[in-house]
Antibody, heavy 119, light 108 residues
Framework: EVQLVESGGGLVQPGGSLRLSCAAS????????MSWVRQAPGKGLEWVSV???????YYTDSVKGRFTISRDNSKNTLYLQMNSLRAEDTAVYYC?????????????WGQGTLVTVSS | SYVLTQPPSVSVAPGKTARITCGGN??????VHWYQQRPGQAPVLVIY???DRPSGIPERVSGSNSGNTATLTISRVEAGDEADYYC???????????FGGGTKLTVL
């Protein structure tokens, strides 16, 4: 059974850093593409970043240079390092998985972890 | 950047048909995916590549895509269909994923 479990969310001050984790089971993260999607309170879904099986990474413009997506194949875990956090980064962050084909849908999602950026 | 436009809300009586649109420039040339999100839950894929259903999604849920509009159709609507629905495409020119703004389906 495929499972994605996010962790690492919490309250952080503006300008601070946080690292989110997404532990995967039932499949191999390195064989599929993995994404982070966020949802601000009361708002819609916003794609944040993707890492493909080959290691290529892409980011939405608003987080480029501040966020870094990575994975640890030995731990079968996806990460999102978030630096220089802003109030507008406050959201529930979901990790999602799709098969290793460009344009494929996000077949599986985690339950999300809440990040709150506030002083 | 590529933009997807959805109506904020759609209302339908039980047993009737709900149609949720997703507009985008020449969206008919892209593969469209649809997600259902119930309050407090993670999104769930309900339609992929315009009109394919994942296992477990009932046949009364269908999709179409042509020209500048993709449509999610839910026939014989039930109270349990009440949720937010999002369309999604992959923009190959930027290697970015794009979501529509979401549509809240209300069952009257």
């Amino acid at each position: 059974e495929v499972q994605l479990v996010e962790s690492g969310g919490g309250l952080v001050q503006p300008g601070g850093s946080l690292r989110l984790s997404c532990a995967a089971s039932g499949f191999t993260v390195s064989s599929n593409y993995m994404s982070w999607v966020r949802q601000a309170p009361g708002k819609g879904l916003e794609w944040v970043s993707v890492i493909y099986s080959g290691g290529s990474t892409y980011y939405t413009d608003s987080v480029k240079g501040r966020f870094t997506i990575s994975r640890d194949n030995s731990k079968n875990t996806l990460y999102l390092q978030m630096n220089s956090l802003r109030a507008e980064d406050t959201a529930v962050y979901y990790c999602a998985m799709g098969i290793a084909v460009a344009g494929a849908p996000f077949d599986y999602w985690g339950q999300g972890t809440l990040v709150t950026v506030s002083s | 950047s590529y933009v997807l436009t959805q109506p904020p809300s759609v209302s339908v009586a039980p047993g009737k048909t709900a149609r949720i649109t997703c507009g985008g420039n020449n969206i008919g040339s892209k593969g469209v995916h649809w997600y259902q999100q119930r309050p407090g839950q993670a999104p769930v894929l309900v339609i992929y590549y315009d009109n394919d259903r994942p296992s477990g999604i009932p046949e009364r849920v269908s999709g179409s895509n042509s020209g500048n509009t993709a449509t999610l159709t839910i026939s014989r609507v039930e109270a349990g269909d009440e949720a937010d629905y999002y369309c999604q495409v992959w923009d190959s020119s930027s290697d970015h994923w794009v979501f529509g703004g979401g549509t809240k389906l209300t069952v009257l």
